[in-house]
Structures are given as C-alpha cells and as structure tokens.
C-alpha cells in the first residue's frame, strides 16, 4: 500500500514560464507537505530533467511562447516508452482540457486555481502514479523470481534455456562453436546427510560462487537442482580451450569449504557437449552434455568427458 508519507515524498516537477506561477503552485505544494519540489521556467530543459530524475508528477503550464505543453509531451513520450506520461496539464482554455488527456496527459488543474480542487487531483494522481510504479516493481520481481534459483540466485533451467538458444543463435550466425557444460558434485549426499540441510544449502550456495568467479562474464552458470548445475559457454574456440576451463571449474570446486567451523571437501564431475559438434538444438546438446556426464561419474568421478556422440546418437541413446 502507498503511505501518506510516500506521497509527500513523491519528486514533483514544475513547470511554467511565469515567475508568479512558479511560486504560487511551490508554496501550495509546501504549505501541503510536499517536500520533494523543484521547477523550471524553461520548457525545453523538462525532458533532460525528467530523464535524469524520474519525476513523479509533472505540473505543466500548456500555454508557453517558446514551446507549448503539448510539445513538451511528445518529447516526454519518448523518454516514457510504456507511455504513461506523469503530467498533470495547467490550462486557462477549457478547450485545452480534452485536448490534453488526449495528447497523454492525465489529468488538469484549471486556471484560476481552486487550491482545494488542485491539491486533490495532485494526490489522487500522486496516488495512483506511485501505485503504479509499486505494481511494475512487484511486477519485475516476480519475473526474477521465475527466472532464478531461489537458493543460489543462479538463473534456472527457463532462463538457462533462453541463454543458450541465445548462444546457438549467435554461433550459428558467427559459424563459430559454443558449449554447454554438466557439473555434478560428487558425494554430496552424504555431507548433506551428515552435516545437515543448512549445511548442504550453505556449500550449494559457496559453489554456484565459485562457478561464477571462474567462468568468464558472458558466460552463463544456472541451477538445475539439488547438485546439478550447468554451465553454458557462450563461445568456445576449440576443445583445447574447453577441456582448460573444464579444469579450472574441476579445481575451483575442489578448494576446501568452511562450513559450520569445519573444512569441508568436494569434488565434481562434468560433461561436455559442443555446438554443433554434440548437438544444434538445445535439448539435444543439453543431452549430450549428461551423457558425458554420465561418463565421467562412471570413470571414477572428479573428472570430466567431452561427448563423443553425434546430435543423432545422442538423441538414440
């Protein structure tokens, strides 16, 4: 819910050519509660300023010599591209009224002021702006949550997919080759089992850690779940090249942990499957990559293997 104290600490613009004006509406909005005020008589600097401070509302005199209200609004619409323009027009001309709402404003205050009337429809539009606002970044959280690992923050498998459609795309474009790398960690189980699930969510959380810090930015490190997790490269030059970055994740996830005061150890087992080599989609180079994962466990763990199998026998396998 918006407070009253999130409403009086909403940014407010002012804008009108005449001094007198200017300091009218500041002293009405003061004398309210406001504390967040600042004008300019200068219509050509409202877009700059909107641009650098986000204003919640938007006081705009419609009638200016050099540029009009209207004008204003258009240079606004640019900078508010989900075209919710925060301007409350301020008109003589009944005739502007309509004319305003239709250009984007979304509300008015008539001239001469009705100081009672004008302080209403500021907090009823300061009120609904701020709800808005709330809803978009109740909005955008949401979409993070469905997108991340709640444990590690890691991206999940939808948002890992997406990322490696990307990658594909873009090799496929380059006619260059990317990869996708399974990481399991190996006896995990059991220090869950021994050291408990707090322990086993803290060591989880150090490892996605050390994933990251040892890919390179483009790259992607997602969570599948419990102790999977994949990593994909967003461009590979050769197999030399990945069998080195293979090693130094293997290395970086084998350092002790400490854990609830005491070193705990861990090693982990990779496969690898390589665009185009293993695979051109991504379920099937996803494929690959846990076969050669499977591979890897079979060998003894703490190893990694680079797929063998073409797109066609992994799919059989």
Known sequence: MISRDDILNANILVVDDLQTNVLLLEQMLREAGYRCVTSTRDPHAVCALHRDNQYDLILLDLQMPSMDGFQVMEGLKEIETDGYLPVLAITAQPGHKLRALTAGAKDFIAKPFDFMEARMRIHNMLEVRLLYKQLEQYGRALESMAMHDAL?????????????SSSIAHAHRNKSAMAVMYLDLDGFKQINDSLG???GDMLLKMVADRLVAAVRQEDTVARMGGDEFVIGLWEISDAEGVARLVSKVIQA????????????????SVGVGMYPLHGEEVETLMKSADLALYEAKHAGKNKYRIAVHTERLAVER
């Open 152 to 164: 590690t923050g890691l991206p999940n498998r939808r948002l890992l997919t997406d990322r490696l």
């Open 197 to 199: 699930h707090d322990a």
């Open 253 to 268: 996830v084998s350092q002790p942990y400490l854990i609830q005061g005491r070193d705990v150890s861990i090693t982990a």
